[in-house]
């Protein structure tokens, strides 16, 4: 039976929660690029578990780009999606996989903004990652792909980039959120470089929410 999890994202500073991303199973185990209608059914899911429960944080959905694209259906259930939730006083913060983004992403996007509490690129560091989208679409936050994590190793060819890639989004005026974070080390290190929010099993693994 498909389930809902919730993973919770910290504050590095008073290691406190600073909002919660939930899953549905369906997904999670099919891949973001699982059939239309399990995204459907997945989004009605989740927005019906929201407006069941009380949350004190931010809840973060993740929404495929590439449905958001090529799907008007889908777009437009998004759309009435977030109105509902807004109607009903939700935080809601939008994360965005960069894959297979069609032509009229960034347009839709905009769309969505009023309706949400942040637009946010999941992944960003992955094969997926596009730095042209990202100009373009500004986002309030990118999430760090965890493999990132693995150039904070001196010996790593890639050492040094992540911290690079601090320094731009902080130049861009775009938060960071670092995924994947599974130990103190990675913990201290991002602390000390200025980000901010982290989400990975060191800090607190997903949590089954809801059975369907």
């Not at 969505?112 to 509490?117: G, K, S």
């Not at 693995?150 to 601090?166: C, E, F, N, P, V």
Request: glycine share 4%; net charge negative; with cysteine.
């Amino acid at each position: 039976m498909p389930s809902l999890r919730s993973q919770p994202i910290i504050n590095l500073i008073t290691h406190q929660p600073s909002g919660h991303e939930l899953f549905h199973s369906a997904l999670r185990y099919q891949s973001m690029r699982s059939h239309e209608g399990t995204h459907r059914d997945a989004l009605e899911d989740i927005v019906q578990f929201i407006e069941d429960h009380h949350f004190n944080t931010p809840i973060f959905i993740n929404i495929s780009s590439a449905l958001i694209s090529e799907s008007n259906r889908f777009f437009r259930q998004v759309k009435n999606a977030l109105k509902r939730l807004q109607d009903a006083n939700k935080a809601i913060s939008l994360e965005f996989t960069e894959e297979s983004a069609g032509a009229t992403f960034e347009k839709r996007v905009r769309c969505l903004e009023p309706l949400c509490q942040q637009i946010i690129l999941d992944d960003f560091g992955s094969l997926s990652s596009n730095l042209d989208r990202l100009m373009r679409i500004q986002p309030n936050a990118v999430k760090l792909d965890q493999i990132l994590l693995r150039t904070l190793s001196s010996d790593h060819q890639y050492h040094g980039i992540y911290a690079a890639l601090i320094e731009l989004f902080a130049r861009l005026q775009i938060d960071v959120i670092a995924e994947g974070i599974e130990n103190n080390s990675q913990y201290q290190w991002l602390r000390s470089h200025s980000v901010h929010q982290g989400q990975g099993y060191y800090l607190g693994p997903p949590r089954i929410q809801a059975v369907f």
